[in-house]
Every structure is written in C-alpha cells, then in structure tokens.
C-alpha cells in the first residue's frame, strides 16, 4: 500500500518562503512520477510541479515558475517542495501524490499553506 505524507506547511508573510516535504513509502518509485497540487477554497485542484523519479526531469506550473522549485531524494523517499517569493494566491491546501505509469495516482492527506499579505 503507498503512503504519502505530506508536512511543512504554515503561515508565511507574502514574499516568504517555505519548504514542504513528502514522505512516501510503501513500494519502489522507480518509474513514477512524483508531483504537488494544490487547492485554494472555492477552487478545484491545480497541478503545481512535479519530478520524475528515475532521472529527476521536472515540470511547472506557469504560476509558479522560477519561484519554487521540486526536488527529490532518493534514499530517503521524499520529494520537497521549495517556495520562495510568496504570494497570497498561493494560499492553499498542497497535495503531494504519486503517480504511475498507468494513470493512478496516490493521493496525500495534504499540508495548508496560507500566505497573508
């Protein structure tokens, strides 16, 4: 069964910075790809990033290039989540979950991250 564990979130001023991590666990990751969502209130859920496990390839959202950044580390099953240059739109539930060759993906029970202004 995978686990996901998400942890870090907080209250942040707007040009602050946060770092969420993601504990997974439960099976080798080896060809999945490891990403963050997020969902304001009011909204639906929107892709943030995400990294490939195997070679570390990484992909973002529009709003939040150059801004965060997603890395992983392999030995100890985490992915985290560097949020720098906040702003109050991010504000939101972050979701880690991961994703497999096939489609499913595991979901974590997610992290608030609130950014005041």
């Known amino acids: 069964q995978v686990h996901m564990a998400e942890s870090g979130g907080g209250l942040v001023q707007a040009g602050g910075s946060l770092r969420l991590s993601c504990a997974a666990s439960?099976?080798?990751?080896?060809?999945?790809?490891m990403g963050w969502f997020r969902q304001a209130p009011g909204k639906g859920r929107e892709f943030v990033a995400d990294?490939?496990?195997?070679?570390?390839?990484?992909n973002y959202a529009d709003s939040v290039k150059g801004r965060f950044t997603v890395s992983r580390d392999n030995t100890k099953n985490t992915v985290n989540l560097q949020m720098n240059s906040l702003k109050p739109e991010d504000t939101a539930v972050y979701y880690c979950?991961?994703?497999?060759?096939?489609?499913?993906?595991?979901w974590g029970q997610g992290t608030q991250v609130t950014v005041s202004s």
């Open positions: 990294i490939s496990w195997s070679d570390g390839s990484t």
């Open positions: 439960g099976r080798t990751f080896s060809g999945y790809v």
């Open positions: 979950a991961a994703t497999i060759p096939n489609g499913l993906r595991y």
